[in-house]
């Protein structure tokens, strides 16, 4: 086998892994500090592919639109927390249903807006030589984007003022308000970061994957399913996980089928489950 190839596949399989890391880095920190599962998780991130698209469409810089996709989603985000979320805590089957609703809500009001297809903004024409093979350079790049947004939420969450009142917040909430720390605010930021960060993800994969009413059930399926494997150390578990399970879907998808590709990232899943119900990183001693 050539090393060119496998050189391709390697640096393709990352690329797919930090994608999936992209798209869940959200989700793993609304479910990670707050312990809600939201199921419009992947609506969330279709919102933003969609308000970077406006933006472009009306002549914003493609790399002015992605903030302007993350302020967007947050300030839903956080009205969807103040009206619905805060009052289901400790609920979570009532917050998974109750998510699940305001998907489906999203998805239509979307397909009612946009259509069921629209234009894309196209993906830069570079490309990135491995002897016989080329690979774009545009996915690429979300390798260096994943790590560095993964540096991002971990300084945030584990080395400011605000990431120290979210955990305590979590982890503590009587003791959090005895000494003054406004929980409510601080969880509505929480699920409003969780959203941008979803945000975020649909406008800087939208020149990969184009703006539908549905991009988000791919994401929603693969990016929760990681979460739980993960378990309860969020933010270098599912790092670790996204690593193994998207790429080695990718690297098996490479040398079969896309379909066998699925087919291990859900039987690895169903492995690990077994293996670790409460997720790989339980027995772990830090919990970010």
Known sequence: MEPDFLA???????????????ATLGLAV???LMGVINLAHGEFLMVGAYSALTATQIGLPFLLAIPFAVFMTMLIGAVVELLIIRRLYGRIFDTMLATWGLGMVFNQT?????????????????NFRIGDFSLAVYPLTMIVVAALLLAFVYVLMTKTVYG???????QEPQMAQAIGIDSARVNTLTFAIGCGLAGFAGAILLPIIPATPSMGLFFA????LTVVVAGPVALT????????LGGGASVTASFMTSVIGDVFFFFVTALLLWLYPLGIS???????
């Open 8 to 22: 391709t596949v390697l640096l393709s399989s990352l690329s797919s892994a930090s994608i999936l890391l992209i």
């Open 30 to 32: 609304v479910y990670g």
């Open 110 to 126: 979307a397909v009612l807006l946009f259509g069921t297809v629209s234009p894309g903004i196209g993906m830069p024409q570079w």
């Open 164 to 170: 120290m009142k979210a955990r305590a917040s979590i």
């Open 221 to 224: 399926v693969k990016g929760f």
């Open 237 to 244: 578990g599912t790092a670790l996980t996204a690593l193994g």
């Open 282 to 288: 339980s027995k772990w001693r830090r919990k970010l």
